[in-house]
C-alpha cells in the first residue's frame, strides 16, 4: 500500500469516530513499528505472522528505542494507554484493508497482554535508587 492511500485509510478511520481518542500519529507509529518488528525477525521465517501478544510486546519495545523516556508519555498523547489501543489500531487497520490477519486472529488478543505504563517505566527504573 502506497503512502497515499495509507493516509486516506487514517483520514476514513478519523471520520469514521469509533476511536476519536486516538491520534492519527498512533496510527502512523503502529505501522511503523510492525515495519521494524517484521525486518528484525524477518530472517526467521519469510512471511512472518505476528500474534496479538507479540506484536504487543514489538511496539512496546520499538517505543522505547523511539522515544526512551518518554516513551510511554508520548503514546499516550496519542490516546495509547494499555495493549488493547493496539488491538483497536490493527483491527481499524484490518478493517481498511491495510493489514491482514489469520482465521485465528481476533482483536481480544491484545486484550491485558501487559501494564504499558508499567512495561514502558520499568526498564529505565529498574535499577533507580533516588536515595544513592
Known sequence: MNEQSFDEAIYRIVRNG????????????LRDALDAA???????????????KELSEAIAEYALESFGHLAYHTLSRWG???TEDFGLIV????????????AEDKQSDFDNVFDLKEKLFSPMFKN???LT
Open 18 to 29: 469509533n476511536n476519536k481518542h486516538l491520534n492519527p500519529l498512533a496510527f502512523y507509529f
Open 38 to 52: 517484521t525486518l528484525k525477525y524477518k530472517k526467521d521465517c519469510e512471511n512472518r505472522h505476528f500474534t496479538g
Open 80 to 82: 495509547i494507554t494499555k
Open 91 to 102: 483491527y481499524a487497520l484490518i478493517n481498511e484493508g491495510v493489514f491482514g490477519k489469520s
Open 128 to 130: 533507580f535508587n533516588p
